[in-house]
Nanobody, 123 residues
Framework: QVQLVESGGGLVQAGGSLRLSCAAS????????MGWFRQAPGKEREFVAHTPWSGSSTYYADSVKGRFTISRDNAKNTVYLQMNSLKPEDTAVYYC????????????????WGQGTQVTVSS
C-alpha cells in the first residue's frame, strides 16, 4: 500500500510559479512510477507529467512542456512538480499518482492517488 499526500497548491497570478509536493508512505516508493495529473471543473482528468522509479527520465503533456518540471527524491519518498510561467488554463486540482506501469499518460494504469491540491491561476 502507498498513501500519497499532495501539498503546495494555492492562488497565483499568471506568470507566477508554484511547487507541488507529494509525500508518499511505504517502503517501496522507489519501485513506483510517479505521475501528476490534473482535473479542471467539468473536464476529464488529464496527464501532466510522469517519471519512472529511477527518475532517470521525464515525460510531459505538450501543454506544460518547457514550463513544468517533475522530479523525485526517493530518499525522502517525495515527488515534486515545479510549475513556472503559470497560465489561467493551468487552474485545476492537481493529483499525484503511483503505479507499477511504463505506460505514459493513462490514469487507469496508476494504483494509488492522493487527495489533490487546488491550483488557481488568476489573469
Amino acid at each position: 500500500q502507498v498513501q500519497l499526500v499532495e501539498s503546495g497548491g494555492g492562488l497565483v497570478q499568471a506568470g507566477g510559479s508554484l511547487r507541488l509536493s507529494c509525500a508518499a508512505s511505504g517502503r517501496t516508493f522507489n519501485s513506483y512510477t510517479m505521475g501528476w495529473f490534473r482535473q479542471a471543473p467539468g473536464k476529464e482528468r488529464e496527464f501532466v507529467a510522469h517519471t519512472p522509479w529511477s527518475g532517470s527520465s521525464t515525460y510531459y503533456a505538450d501543454s506544460v512542456k518547457g514550463r513544468f518540471t517533475i522530479s523525485r527524491d526517493n530518499a525522502k519518498n517525495t515527488v515534486y512538480l515545479q510549475m513556472n510561467s503559470l497560465k489561467p488554463e493551468d487552474t485545476a486540482v492537481y493529483y499525484c499518482a503511483a503505479g507499477r506501469t511504463r505506460v505514459i499518460g493513462n490514469p487507469n494504469r496508476y494504483d494509488y492517488w492522493g487527495q489533490g491540491t487546488q491550483v488557481t491561476v488568476s489573469s
